[in-house]
């Protein structure tokens, strides 16, 4: 059992690119969640999904869509990458929105030039 | 506004030595406090959770502490080990049917041999 993966693990992206970072579960959790994580800021909620089909934004979702077809999947796009952009970005999952763990992925690093 | 301040920043103990994390919430209403280990390039990984009517929990040489009327919690780390060495982040979740969680910017835990 993997768990939680994502890809790629690191990116170097042309401002202006459209980018998409790959999250997938295998744990059947129903909820998905898409962060940011910044040096001196706490991770920030990008968007999050319920359950497959529906989606909602977070704390910080300019920029940035999501998409959730499958139970397994929950993909990020940044259809215009920005060089705020730059981040470590986390996918998590949860058996549920109320539960009370998220299990996050390894991270991908995202630089926009 | 809701904010999770961690204190110290950063800590440098010798191997072998406890140390205690500190985390201050203003989150309301309050449904659940955890906190996170997460290694350099990785993931954060749960520690322990705790509700309001939690005073301690413990989990191997982690033992969190809880105080839900001065709105603070600690985490203390016993006979640190050099695999200790990681970000600790305090996340307070947010009740009534909320569930936002509120993240820390970490405490950045090194252990010298």
């Known amino acids: ?113 | 506004k809701n904010q999770v301040e961690q204190s110290p920043q950063s800590l440098i103990i010798l191997e072998g030595k406890n140390c205690t994390l500190q985390c201050n919430y203003t989150v309301s209403p309050f449904s659940n406090l955890r906190w996170y280990k997460q290694d350099t390039g990785r993931g954060p990984v749960s520690l322990t959770i705790m509700t309001f009517s939690e005073n301690t929990k413990s989990n191997g040489r982690y033992t969190a502490t809880l105080d839900a009327d001065t709105k603070q919690s600690s985490l203390h780390i016993t006979a640190s080990q050099l695999s200790d060495s990681a970000s600790y982040i305090c996340v307070v979740s947010q009740g009534g049917g909320n569930e936002k969680l509120t993240f820390g910017t970490g405490t950045r835990l090194t252990i010298i041999p």
């Open chain 1, 1 to 113: 059992i993997a768990g939680i993966t994502q890809a790629p693990t690191s990116q170097i992206l042309a401002a202006g690119r459209r980018m998409t970072l790959r999250c997938t579960q295998d744990m059947r959790h129903n909820a998905m969640y898409w962060y940011r994580q910044d040096l001196g800021l706490g991770l920030r909620l990008i968007h999050y999904s319920n359950t497959a089909g529906t989606t909602g934004k977070g704390e910080v979702p300019d920029g940035y869509s999501v998409s959730r077809a499958n139970t397994d999947d929950f993909p990020l796009t940044l259809a215009s990458a920005v060089p705020s952009q730059t981040s470590v970005y986390f996918c998590a999952s949860s058996e549920d929105i109320r539960s009370d763990t998220q299990y996050f992925g390894p991270g991908t690093r995202l630089t926009v030039l």
